[in-house]
T-cell receptor
Framework: DAGITQSPRHKVTETGTPVTLRCHQTENHRYMYWYRQDPGHGLRLIHYSYGVKDTDKGEVSDGYSVSRSKTEDFLLTLESATSSQTSVYFC???????????FGDGTRLSIL | DAKTTQPPSMDCAEGRAANLPCNHSTISGNEYVYWYRQIHSQGPQYIIHGLKNNETNEMASLIITEDRKSSTLILPHATLRDTAVYYCIVRVLGDDKIIFGKGTRLHILP
């Protein structure tokens, strides 16, 4: 298995609170990604990073910010969580050239 | 939008080969075909990918038609642990992003 650790694995919080999810990799991959998965929508890309301090938006980036201060960590922040952000969040690494992305086990986030 | 079409669900008897089809009729010359699967509550798992030649690894075989408009993922001896949603994805070489469609829910029957 690819060396990807997502934390926390589960979180319940209230609307309006800030939330940060962490993705940690031990594979030294340049590329890292954050997806969310919802029933009826499949996996959708939120943000991705192509190097330290280099990030870009995906298709559903509104309400989310990311940071990558070192190769191994990619943080996803919900500045003021809303109920519509209740979802399962997956981190992925790799994907350079034709190489596949590899996914973490996900974080289940519930916003009440 | 996803560039692939897959049947929403399929059944396969345990021990038999599972053949999962995928249509990608608008694929272009620099697009690869990737297959992933997602077992309930887990992250998507990479299976195999190819450009135009057939590919085989320890998990599966990928058969791509000569015109590249369709492909088939073959699990040679399906087990109950192969029950999952299987995603067929086309991706341009060098593109940072992959787009997941709805996939095929494969049920392995004992």
């Amino acid at each position: 298995d690819a060396g990807i650790t997502q934390s926390p694995r589960h979180k319940v919080t209230e609307t309006g609170t800030p939330v940060t999810l962490r993705c940690h990799q031990t594979e030294n991959h340049r590329y890292m990604y954050w997806y969310r998965q919802d029933p009826g929508h499949g996996l959708r890309l939120i943000h991705y990073s192509y190097g330290v301090k280099d990030t870009d938006k995906g298709e559903v980036s509104d309400g989310y910010s990311v940071s990558r201060s070192k190769t191994e960590d990619f943080l996803l922040t919900l500045e003021s969580a809303t109920s519509s952000q209740t979802s399962v969040y997956f981190c992925a690494i790799g994907g350079y050239s034709n190489q596949p992305q590899h996914f973490g086990d996900g974080t289940r986030l519930s916003i009440l | 939008d996803a560039k692939t079409t897959q049947p929403p669900s399929m059944d396969c008897a345990e021990g038999r080969a599972a053949n999962l089809p995928c249509n990608h009729s608008t694929i272009s010359g620099n697009e690869y075909v990737y297959w992933y699967r997602q077992i309930h509550s887990q992250g998507p798992q990479y299976i195999i990918h190819g450009l135009k030649n057939n590919e085989t690894n320890e998990m599966a075989s990928l058969i791509i038609t000569e015109d590249r408009k369709s492909s088939t993922l073959i699990l040679p001896h399906a087990t109950l642990r192969d029950t999952a949603v299987y995603y067929c994805i086309v991706r341009v070489l060098g593109d940072d992003k992959i787009i997941f469609g709805k996939g095929t829910r494969l049920h392995i029957l004992p």
